[in-house]
């Protein structure tokens, strides 16, 4: 059930049911709405609870935001897929690095690694690309919403998935096959010097569980992109391999039941893991089913969808300024003339206008000169008046001073001289 709620989410966005009134009155241009879920995918619903789990998106996915984005980009009124492509572009370009070292080091441990056909071709078959076609058909319906038990028509899209992975297990499992029948008949016409030694006779059975442990500890150590703990792994199952090859045989296996298969490992070159062809069907099919597997294939899917939406847009721009320039119609000396003179009147004109302007500012200036002038001489008045209130104020001070001593002294009895 959570895993189908999830599913959900991710496909329709979590205000799916309309019931968040702080959704209602979003635009898609609001800062905080993601536009890589705009533009199609975003990569934090990829790889959830997976070693490259990139957390919950801060950002809003809502779908009828996405709708509303869809059609201002049909317009031309918004396009964010420059910018998605260049994060998908981001997340690929690590993969392929991953790729590119596990190659490296199988291809140092098996030269004849470089030989080995694609996984990605092996698993496109006719089959697979049709079950394809209905898984995104599934997602389309989810995203347009309006069905009546959701959840069911989640689990329905998770049985195509399987039923897709399983058919592409089998697919790589018969492509394994057709390439040791290839190296077998190869190995058959050359020399008996140059021919290889024959394979050792099957383990017991107690050897071969321990084999296969080692091989299921090799995949997930292949998955999370640890080499060296793989070529460990591996070298410790041929030396089981080889105890094995040294005990008597009790038991003959029919030429008709022995596979064509050996030990190596191949390397899946959509996300990097490892994976053994001693698996079987179902444990292909969960590789193929997984998080990893599945997330790496829509970026590359998107991307591809991308690049081929983005080159159409530039070649239709490109025909219509083509288009334009050939639809232009060519204007005769008469008319070049008109519209010369026209275009010195107007220059004129301009010319003209500028100088009002420059000598309309010229006097809004001398003004302010003036103006700022007589404000100075005013205030340069008053100073002066002001200094000589105060000075005629002393001036009464010291006069009414000499006045109250004048009296003082009046009144005051003479002495006698006798």
């Known amino acids: 059930m959570d895993a189908m709620r999830a599913t959900l989410d991710a496909l ?61 980009r049909q317009k031309g009124e918004a396009n964010y897929d420059r910018e998605l492509l260049e994060n998908l572009d981001k997340l690929l370009v690590e993969c392929d690095r991953k790729i590119a070292r ?86 058959a016409e050359k020399p008996e010097s140059e021919k290889e030694p024959e394979e050792a006779p099957p383990p017991d059975p107690k050897t071969a569980e321990m084999i296969a442990a080692k091989l299921k500890d090799a995949e997930a150590a292949g998955e999370e992109g640890r080499v060296d703990d793989v070529e460990r792994l591996m070298n410790e199952v041929e030396i089981l391999k080889s105890i094995s090859a040294s005990r008597p045989v009790v038991a003959v296996v029919p030429a008709g039941e022995v596979k064509i298969t050996d030990q190596k490992l191949r390397v899946c070159d959509i996300c990097g893991a490892f994976l053994s062809i001693y698996d079987s069907d179902r444990r292909l099919a969960d590789h193929f089913g997984g998080k990893m597997h599945l997330g790496y294939c829509i970026i590359r899917e998107k991307i591809k969808e991308l690049n081929t939406r983005m080159k159409e847009q530039q070649m239709s721009r490109e025909q ?34 500028r100088h009002r302007d420059h000598d309309r500012r010229d006097r809004d200036r001398d003004r302010d000169y003036d103006r700022r ?30 006045d109250r001593d004048r009296r003082d002294r009046d009144r005051s009895p003479r002495r006698s001289r006798y």
């Open 12 to 72: 329709m966005g979590v205000n799916r049911d309309g019931d968040k009134e702080s959704e209602m009155n979003r635009k898609f241009s609001d800062p905080d709405v993601c536009r890589a879920f705009l533009g199609g995918l975003c990569a934090h619903d990829l790889f959830t609870n997976t070693k490259i789990d990139m957390g919950a998106c801060a950002s809003i996915h809502n779908v009828s935001l996405r709708e509303q984005y869809e059609e201002a």
């Open 320 to 353: 219509g300024r083509n288009r334009g320039a050939v639809d232009r119609p060519k204007e005769d000396n008469k008319e070049r003339g008109d519209r010369y003179k026209d275009d010195r009147s107007s220059d004129r004109r301009r010319d003209d206008d």
């Open 102 to 187: 596990a190659m490296k080091r199988l291809e140092e441990d098996d030269p004849a690694a470089r030989g080995y056909g694609s996984i990605a071709t092996a698993i496109d078959t006719e089959d697979t690309r049709a079950l394809t076609v209905e898984v995104k058909a599934k997602k389309a319906e989810i995203e347009k919403g309006g069905l009546v038990d959701p959840e069911e028509t989640a689990e329905e899209l998770r049985k195509l998935e399987d039923k897709r992975a399983l058919l592409q297990a089998k697919a790589l499992l018969a492509s394994f096959d057709s390439d040791q029948e290839k190296k077998a008949a190869e190995d």
């Open 373 to 402: 002038d007589r404000d100075r001489d005013h205030d340069r008045r008053d100073r002066r008046d002001r200094d000589r209130d105060h000075d005629r104020r002393d001036r009464d001070r010291d006069h009414d001073r000499r």
